[in-house]
């Protein structure tokens, strides 16, 4: 799609879950493998690049491989607090990423996630 879009790969960022960061964590980078994830495998197989920001969202991990399909693909339970103001934080801090400022991104997720 971004191809036929004409839209560059560097203008991208894919946001995906991190089995690999505590729930509730996140982080951006540019660039990199895939650490087994799909969707990020196939956004590099159809770009054939690896040139694009990535949001690391943390879902933590369950412990036992067996549970990490599970873990992934299911709802999150009802008790995880921390996700209604993780996500209000992203969407306030997005464009500010949209603009290229990773960190100040950060910094204010950071900030609003420690007011919630």
């Known amino acids: ?19 690999d960061l505590a729930p509730g964590k996140i982080r951006v980078k540019r660039g990199g493998g895939t650490a087994g994830h799909n969707g990020l495998r196939d956004m590099q197989r159809a770009m054939a690049t690896a040139d694009f920001a990535r949001v690391r969202l943390g879902i933590g991990h369950p412990g036992d491989k067996a549970r990490v399909t ?13 996700l209604t103001p993780l ?16 960190a100040d991104f950060m910094t204010r997720v950071a900030l609003l996630t420690q007011e919630a």
Do not use: Q, Y
């Not at 004409?6 to 894919?14: C, D, L, M, R």
């Not at 299911?74 to 008790?79: E, I, M, R, T």
């Not at 209000?88 to 603009?99: F, K, M, R, V």
């Open 1 to 19: 799609a971004a191809g036929f879009h004409k839209i560059a790969p560097t203008a991208i960022t894919a946001w995906h879950d991190e089995l």
């Open 70 to 82: 599970g873990h992934v693909l299911g709802n999150f339970a009802k008790d995880e607090t921390w």
């Open 87 to 102: 996500l209000d934080s992203l969407a306030d801090a997005a464009p500010l990423l949209a603009e290229g400022r990773e």
